[in-house]
């Protein structure tokens, strides 16, 4: 329904999965999210050792490759924008209170990470310049959109006290991610 605002906090109580998801589920649950965190930001760090090998694949030079970064980001943006988007939408049309929520959140985040994957690995392969960028920016795209899908499922999961350390577990896991890819 259109123009309809949403609801009130108060009002909002079966929009908390905490009271409707089993402990072990969502500790598994929010486990996969950090891990989820981790995955995408070894991903993205990954593009800068890559940027070599890519400028001698597209016979171009490293600086003009530059441009990839830069590009990563804003089809990051997207990305969070457009899931946030949707994510909100989901939630007003159904409820958090269905049962199938969290296993379609867990999905949508799980087919994102697996087209993160696909981009990288075809960027790593791809043989024109304008291909890599399109997979670059690709992979920004589901990068910010399983960010915001993971991050949306933590807030969902846990109530409000209790969220916060799994927030931190998620932003650490995230620079351990950016730390490992540069070591590899």
């Excluded at 009002?11 to 486990?31: I, N, Q, T």
């Excluded at 171009?60 to 990051?76: C, E, I, K, Q």
């Excluded at 087209?115 to 920016?137: E, F, K, M, R, T």
Aim: proline share 5%; glycine share 12%; hydrophobic share 50%.
């Amino acid at each position: 329904m259109r123009g309809v605002p949403p609801k009130q906090d108060e009002e909002r109580d079966d929009v908390m999965l905490e009271k409707k998801v089993p402990g072990s589920l969502r500790l598994g649950l929010s486990s996969l999210c950090i891990l989820a965190y981790f995955a995408q930001n070894l991903a993205a760090a990954g593009l800068g050792p890559l940027l070599p090998d890519l400028a001698s694949r597209v016979t171009t030079d490293v600086a003009s490759l530059a441009v990839l970064v830069p590009l990563f980001n804003a089809g990051s943006a997207v990305g969070s924008a457009l899931a946030g988007r949707l994510l909100d939408r989901l939630e007003r049309r159904c409820g958090c209170s269905t049962a199938g929520l969290p296993r379609a959140s867990l999905a949508l985040v799980a087919s994102l990470l697996l087209g993160i994957a696909i981009c990288h690995g075809l960027a790593g392969i791809a043989s024109n310049w304008y291909g890599v960028v399109g997979l670059v920016a690709a992979q920004g795209l589901f990068d910010g959109a399983s960010r915001t899908g993971s991050s949306w499922l933590m807030l969902r999961l846990h109530p409000a006290e209790t969220v916060g350390p799994f927030m931190q577990a998620m932003h650490l896991a995230s620079g351990i991610g950016r730390f490992v890819a540069g070591v590899v």
